[in-house]
């Protein structure tokens, strides 16, 4: 299964660490990433793979939400179906 993860918080070192090392520990490939600095804030866009994840998705779900807690930033993920599918409502939304 493809996701979309996105993180967004108050720029500090370690953001990319924390949040690779926990994909890393689920076994989750991250397949591609985008990040930037806007101002004082942090984004980071990736496109993971959970084939080889052994978790569900909502364990990896809530694995990610409590290290973003603990980390201070915001980390949610999404099917990759169903962000493509938002994104594509939103687009023809746009053109009415």
């Known amino acids: 299964m493809k996701a979309i993860v996105s993180v967004i918080g ?5 953001i990319i660490a924390h949040v690779s090392g926990e ?13 930037t600095i806007l ?3 942090f984004t980071m866009i990736m496109a993971v793979d959970m084939h080889d ?3 569900s998705f909502e364990e990896a ?3 990610l939400a409590a ?3 603990k980390t201070g930033v915001e ?3 999404q099917s990759q179906q169903i962000f493509d599918a938002m994104h594509k409502i939103s687009l023809a939304s746009d053109n009415i």
């Open 10 to 14: 108050k720029d500090k070192k370690g």
């Open 23 to 35: 994909l890393f520990d689920m076994n989750i490939n991250i397949e591609d990433i985008s990040q």
């Open 39 to 41: 101002q004082d804030y």
């Open 53 to 55: 994840c052994a978790l």
């Open 61 to 63: 779900a809530a694995r």
């Open 67 to 69: 290290l973003g807690e």
């Open 75 to 77: 980390i949610r993920i």
